[in-house]
Structures are given as structure tokens and as C-alpha cells.
């Protein structure tokens, strides 16, 4: 029983160690479920994700790798007693592995990279342009945020804005700041 711990521990730690280096990285099952029952609590929702986890190559690694330790751990430790049981712990140790691989892995896949949080507080702030922007012609715009540094976004405005340019930020269109000039260079041309 020995050999198949080890060959499970072998081919789980292969597919994570490939993982890590990009092979296989659409291969999970995503399904969005939609589904009106009325209550509206999203919690059906949520247990079918957690079992259509089960069909992902994440889970299948995770719970592989883990069974197969799992397995090599309680038959070296442990006695006779612990090698009829191994099997059913090692299989339930690889289970909440995987589970608890898939739904990490989930969860933080569903977080959204490059959006600012709180962007509303941004409207009416300052900022110095880096890129130019016109009408139709994305820039860059920097601006002081007490406590979080420089921030640098895109920006965009109807206006034709030259670089080093004082703006106000007006409004967000998605990542996008809308700009115009500002109060200090309102004058100039």
C-alpha cells in the first residue's frame, strides 16, 4: 500500500508543481449558476459551486498530493491498528485538501485587480497629468492620496490636456478618471 501513497503523493505534487509554472491554468471548471428560488439568500448557489469544484484539476491535484502524504505518514507512525484506517483518513485528508484548495483558489480568483476601492472619495482631487490626454486619446494622471502615496491612473477628458498639466478629477468610468482642467490652470490656455 506503500507504493500507491507514494505514487499519489508523485503525481498530485507533479500537477501542483506544474501549476505554479502556468500548465493548466484554464482547466478549471467555472460555472456561473443562475437560478431564482424565491428566498434569494444565494446559499443553493453557493453549496452547487462547492460541488462542481470537485470536477476542477486543482481539486483532483490537491486531494492527490494530500491523500498520498496523508497515506506515507500514518504507514510509517503509525501501527497496525492505524494501516486498516489509513486509507479512509488519507482519502478524507485528501478530500478537505482539495476542497479547501478549490474554494481558496475560487475565492480569490473572483477578487478584482486594478479597481479602486473607495474611487468616489478620488472625485474632486488634484492631479498632475504624465501622459496627455483629448477626446478619444487615454493619459495618466497622478494624484496625492494622504496615507496611500501617489496613485497613477488612466484618465481621459474632452478636452486636449498636455503633460504636467494641473487637473480635477470629475468623475470614475469603470478604472477611468475623467478629468478637466483645474482651478489653478483654468486661466491658462
Do not use: C
Not at 40 to 61: E, I, K, N, T, Y
Not at 79 to 92: E, Q, V
Not at 131 to 152: E, F, M, T, W, Y
Amino acid at each position: 500500500m506503500l507504493a500507491v501513497y507514494v505514487g499519489f503523493l508523485l503525481f498530485g505534487g507533479l500537477l501542483i508543481v506544474a501549476s505554479l509554472f502556468g500548465a493548466g491554468h484554464d482547466t478549471d471548471v467555472h460555472v456561473d449558476l443562475h437560478a431564482d428560488h424565491g428566498s434569494g439568500d444565494g446559499h443553493d448557489q453557493s453549496q452547487a459551486s462547492a460541488w462542481l469544484s470537485l470536477f476542477g484539476l486543482r481539486f483532483w491535484s490537491f486531494a492527490a498530493a494530500f491523500f498520498g502524504l496523508t497515506g506515507i505518514i500514518i504507514h510509517v507512525i503509525g501501527g497496525p491498528l492505524l494501516g486498516i484506517a489509513a486509507p479512509f483518513i488519507a482519502a478524507g485528508v485528501g478530500v478537505a485538501a482539495g476542497l479547501g484548495a478549490s474554494t481558496t483558489f475560487r475565492a480569490l480568483s473572483r477578487d478584482t485587480v486594478g479597481q479602486l476601492r473607495g474611487a468616489g472619495a478620488m472625485i474632486g482631487r488634484e492631479g498632475r497629468l504624465l501622459l496627455p490626454v483629448a477626446r478619444g486619446q487615454q493619459g495618466k494622471v497622478r494624484v496625492a492620496v494622504p496615507g496611500s502615496g501617489d496613485v497613477d491612473m488612466i484618465a481621459e477628458s474632452d478636452d486636449a490636456l498636455e503633460v504636467g498639466t494641473v487637473v480635477l478629477i470629475v468623475e470614475f468610468r469603470g478604472n477611468v478618471a475623467v478629468v478637466e482642467r483645474g482651478p489653478a490652470t483654468a486661466d491658462s490656455p
